[in-house]
């Protein structure tokens, strides 16, 4: 694997588990896309370093759990928007 690869994978953990970032926020912060971050974080980690690969995937199952509520409030918000411009 190249170095700027392996790099990219260790950087876009560490970030995943201070900001508790989706794939999809990682993927922007790093203008890459999703399915890079996916990979990296999936395949590429296991490799480089398997406990942070455990981490990594603990927080990307929480956001999983949780993705069901976000909608709900995005959708909520973007009612309650439309009703005030009203």
């Known amino acids: 694997m190249k170095d700027y690869i ?33 990979k990296d974080i999936t395949e590429r980690l296991a490799e480089i370093n398997p406990s942070l690969a455990t981490e990594v995937k603990t927080v990307l199952d929480n956001n999983k759990a949780e993705r069901h509520i976000r909608g709900g409030i995005a959708t909520r918000e973007k009612y309650i928007n439309k009703h005030q411009e009203m």
Request: proline share 0%; hydrophobic share 35%; charged share 35%.
């Open 6 to 38: 392996e790099e990219r994978v260790l950087e876009l953990a560490r970030y995943i588990i201070e900001t508790k970032s989706t794939v999809r926020g990682a993927a922007s912060k790093f203008r890459v896309s999703k399915s890079t971050v996916h």
